[in-house]
């Protein structure tokens, strides 16, 4: 296969990456959090969040299993309430999520994201200015910005997982319970694949190495 065919190809699975990233970024359930339900309580909340909003939906105890201490699941019917996290609308009360626990981890998670975010832009542009103009040397950089997006992508996941970690073991929070939602899924698939085939971009756009010993990469085609 010709280098031009491997490149769209590699780009094509990266693009998936992207889509993503950008899905998990946006989206906010990272994380489905549960308080304990006791016997006397006619409903129970049950929280999830992402990296900028978090919801609370109210269900009633008579929904769901009586067998259960968690509250949940998720799908049965309820009450929402969504609001985005107090350190980024300043002046909204976050009632049961105890945003003190939450503030740090969430504003480095979000900060990482965008550059994760910004980093896959530039290396889009770079791509796709390398299509267009034929200008092959800006695959080595572009392949070089979606490896650091997925390693930011990478980051961005462990510090929602210790965000979540703390909040089930602090004595402030309610929740006893969790599980990762599918934009976590969708994080961890964009931060893998954006470092794996940013890594084969990286190799595909390298110069032909020599076949036979008596040529040098010097010989190989030269780059538009």
């Not at 491997?6 to 693009?15: A, E």
């Not at 006619?42 to 769901?64: N, P």
């Not at 105890?98 to 900060?111: G, L, N, P, V």
């Not at 319970?177 to 085939?197: K, P, R």
């Amino acid at each position: 296969m010709e280098k031009s065919g491997k490149v769209k190809i590699t780009f094509s699975i990266i693009l998936i990456g992207c889509i993503l990233l950008l899905v998990a970024v946006v989206t906010d359930h990272w994380a489905v959090l549960s308080p304990q339900v006791k016997d006397n309580n006619i409903t129970c909340d049950v929280a999830h969040f992402g990296l900028w909003r978090l919801c609370i939906k109210r269900l009633y105890i008579g929904a769901q299993s009586t067998n259960s201490n968690e509250c949940g699941p998720l799908s049965l019917p309820g009450e929402y309430n969504c609001t985005y996290f107090k350190h980024f609308t300043p002046g909204l009360e976050e009632e049961i999520f105890e945003i003190t626990t939450q503030k740090e981890y969430s504003i480095s998670a979000a900060a990482i994201a965008i550059f994760a975010i910004g980093f896959v832009i530039l290396a889009t542009i770079c791509n796709l200015l390398s299509f267009r103009q034929k200008l092959d040397y800006l695959l080595k950089p572009a392949s070089m910005f979606y490896t650091f997006g997925g390693l930011c992508t990478f980051v961005t996941v462990e510090i929602m997982r210790q965000s979540v970690t703390r909040m089930i073991k602090s004595d402030a929070t309610v929740w006893i319970a969790y599980y990762y939602s599918w934009s976590f899924g969708c994080a961890c698939a964009a931060a893998i694949l954006l470092v794996i085939f940013g890594i084969i971009l990286l190799l595909v756009s390298l110069p032909r190495m020599p076949q036979n010993p008596w040529e040098s990469c010097m010989d190989a085609e030269p780059e538009h």
